[in-house]
């Protein structure tokens, strides 16, 4: 499916980012730049804009998009609609009834899980993994091994937001990475 609606330029997107995107110096600790999307979320015209815009920037024929809590599901489920795709949760562990797949992952301080129904796609589709940010990689890279695991085809991974100099794309060889703005940390 064709994205429908004006699209606007870098230079634009640009613009937008520097009025939606707040920034918060040393939270949630000392030393963290902290960036909040909600301004962004609470301008329809804004957010309807950047699903646009990121939507030129993807893949064609995109069949799912599974977007990793909680942000992911706040950006994938329009992108989806957008794109005429349907939409997969990635939840954090025990939020899933049944007998959810879980890939387990480390933490700068512990581990976590992420899971995906069972049942929820099917083998060979042609499917993108959303988040909102891109920072050490670590999410994206579980989100990345779990949705692999139903054998569908992984079209790469794409991002609201990455943080320059944080490498986060060094976790994630082999895939393909779209952004719709990359920053400095």
């Known amino acids: 499916m064709s994205v429908t609606g004006p699209i606007d330029t870098p230079e634009q997107m640009d613009e937008l980012r520097r009025s939606h995107i707040a920034e918060f110096p040393d939270f949630p600790e000392p030393g963290i730049l902290f960036r909040d999307i909600t301004p962004l979320l609470g301008d329809g015209d804004a957010l309807r804009r950047v699903i646009r815009y990121w939507c030129s920037l993807l893949p064609e024929n995109i069949e799912y998009v599974v977007g990793t809590e909680a942000r992911g599901f706040t950006l994938g489920a329009p992108l989806a609609y957008e794109l005429g795709a349907g939409f997969v949760p990635a939840r954090k562990a ?10 387990r992952y480390d933490l700068e301080y512990g581990s976590a899980a992420v899971e995906i ?23 994206a890279a579980a989100t990345i091994d779990l949705t ?13 937001i990455e943080l320059q100099g944080l490498n986060g794309r060094d ?3 082999g895939v393909d990475i779209t952004t719709v703005w990359s920053i400095p940390n």
């Open 171 to 173: 976790r994630l060889p």
């Open 148 to 160: 692999r695991e139903f054998e569908v085809e992984l079209l790469g991974a794409s991002f609201l």
């Open 94 to 103: 025990g939020k899933l009834p049944g007998s959810p797949r879980t890939v």
């Open 117 to 139: 129904p069972a049942k929820a796609l099917p083998r060979g589709a042609r499917t993108l993994v959303v988040d909102d940010l891109l920072a050490t990689g670590g999410t």
